[in-house]
């Protein structure tokens, strides 16, 4: 077999965002509670992974050193707003839905051992042992709360958030230019895996 060098410019946010849009359509097709909610986690997590990553990929454009950028997730997604003409974005609905996906990731990769309270309906004619059973099925928080409808908002914004970055944001090396207009973002890191040379 023959080898051959190749350059690939690696995008995760493609990579990533492949993983949590294959788990969105297994969680539609799951016939059953805890397959739907294993591709839910498992989604949601990539869905977190794909912004972050579609961040980082949009802020590099701004900034030759962003990867090495040692800032609070925060001041750092700010910047990039601020580059692209969206100033005020981290007040935004979708920032905020980006935000809750992060902070469930986070819960996911992070956990503690916390103390919880939980409003559970019991089920009818159950035993002390199947009551034990039932009690011990309860998930932490993150995982409860991990639902079909959640993780298939959190993709939607994901791609809202690209759009509206690439809808108000410019290259730089064309802004202020003597011979042609600004020219906008056209880069669909979700989606676009990148050039490859060979």
Not at 53 to 82: C, P, T
Request: hydrophobic share 40%; with cysteine; charged share 25%.
């Amino acid at each position: 077999m023959n080898k051959i060098s190749v350059k690939i410019q690696a995008r995760s946010a493609c990579d990533c965002f492949k993983i949590a849009n294959t788990s969105l359509e297994l969680a539609r097709r799951a016939e059953e509670d805890w397959e739907r909610e294993h591709h839910c986690i498992t989604g949601i997590t990539f869905t977190a992974f794909s912004i972050e990553a579609m961040l980082n990929h949009f802020g590099k454009i701004y900034d030759k050193n962003w990867n090495e950028l040692k800032m609070e997730r925060k001041s750092l997604h700010k910047r990039l707003f601020e580059f692209v003409n969206l100033p005020n974005y981290l007040g935004s609905k979708n920032y905020q839905l980006a935000k809750q996906c992060f902070e469930m990731r986070d819960a996911f990769a992070h956990g503690k051992t916390v103390m919880e309270s939980v409003e559970v309906e019991l089920p009818e004619l159950t035993d002390d042992e199947a009551l034990a059973m039932h009690m011990c099925a309860i998930s932490s928080a993150p995982f409860r709360n991990s639902t079909f409808q959640i993780f298939e908002s959190f993709v939607k914004v994901a791609r809202e958030i690209e759009h509206d970055i690439q809808k108000n944001g410019f290259y730089p090396d064309t802004m202020d230019h003597p011979l042609y207009a600004p020219q906008p973002l056209r880069e669909c890191p979700l989606s676009v895996i990148g050039m490859r040379v060979w």
